[in-house]
């Protein structure tokens, strides 16, 4: 048998939808017992309204009809943050690696000329620029938002 506690961990690993979906119960149902509007209901399972955002009075609500105290909802809400946080930090942290040689080149160089405040700089954002442009539209070896990325980091500065 399940302990409370052992309960609480799984649920506070879980997002907003995965709690509703483990309850069993629709969003509309859910929305009609707890007399919360659906249209908040969905703002919160989409995240355009974040829960911590919410009045205590829809919290209370929420975490009623779903047997949860309001604190499980407050954590999970703030872990999920935290996870789409981590994952877009990855995100843009991978737009500066695996980059196709000649553009990896120049991107070093770049950084290497602003940190030691190159009288090269400007032929350096020049290489930058074409090398993006090239990997781009040439190569297609990045993304136009990969490329507008790079762009708005290191040359529109």
Same mark, same amino acid.
């Given at each position: 048998m399940l302990r409370y506690?052992?309960?609480m961990a799984v649920v506070m690993r879980m997002s907003i939808n995965e709690i509703i979906d483990q &309850?069993?119960?629709?969003?509309?149902?859910i929305a009609k017992l707890?007399?919360? %509007?659906?249209?908040? $209901?969905?703002?919160?399972?989409s995240g355009k309204t974040h829960i911590e955002k919410c009045s205590g009075e829809?919290?209370?609500? $929420?975490s009623k009809t779903l047997q949860l105290p309001i604190?499980?909802?407050?954590? &999970?809400?703030?872990?999920?943050k935290l996870r789409e946080?981590? $994952? *877009?930090?990855?995100k843009v #942290? &991978?737009?500066?690696?695996?980059? %196709? &040689?000649?553009? #990896?080149?120049?991107?070093?160089?770049?950084k290497e000329g602003l940190a030691t405040n190159s009288s090269l700089l400007d032929c350096l954002w020049g290489e930058l620029y074409g090398s993006i442009n090239i990997a781009e539209i040439n190569d297609g070896a990045i993304? %136009?938002?990969?490329?507008?990325?790079?762009? *708005?980091?290191? $040359?529109?500065?």
């Open positions: 506690t052992d309960i &309850s069993g119960m629709t969003k509309y149902r707890s007399g919360i %509007p659906h249209a908040t $209901l969905n703002d919160l399972c829809t919290l209370y609500r $929420l604190e499980q909802l407050l954590e &999970s809400a703030m872990e999920q946080e981590k $994952l *877009q930090a990855m #942290q &991978s737009y500066e690696y695996g980059l %196709p &040689s000649y553009l #990896q080149h120049d991107l070093d160089a770049f993304t %136009p938002e990969h490329a507008d990325y790079l762009r *708005q980091k290191f $040359l529109w500065r």
